[in-house]
C-alpha cells in the first residue's frame, strides 16, 4: 500500500492513515460510499480509544471526535436515503 500524507502531518493523520491501510489490507473497504463511511468511523473510534497510546493532542482528540460525529451523520443520511 501507499500512503500519502500532507507535508508536516499530525500524529492522528499518521495513525489513521496506517489504521486505513490495515483496513484495505484486511478487506475491510470493498469501495463502496457505506463501506468508506464505515471504516473512517472505525478508524475515528480507534484514535479515540488510543489516544493515549498514540499520544495524541487535545486538539487532535477534539478533531477526531467531530470527524466521528460527522461521519456517523453521514452514514445515517445515507441509510435513511436508501443505498
Known sequence: SIILLKKN???ASVF???IH???YKNGEND???ESR???EIAAQ????RNRK???LT???VKQTEQALIAYEDELNKFKQGGK
Open 37 to 39: 463511511l464505515k471504516c
Open 45 to 48: 473510534k480507534k484514535l479515540i
Open 21 to 23: 491501510a490495515t483496513q
Open 53 to 55: 497510546a498514540y499520544k
Open 9 to 11: 502531518p499530525g500524529r
Open 31 to 33: 469501495g463502496s460510499y
Open 16 to 18: 489513521e492513515e496506517l
Open 58 to 60: 487535545q486538539n487532535e
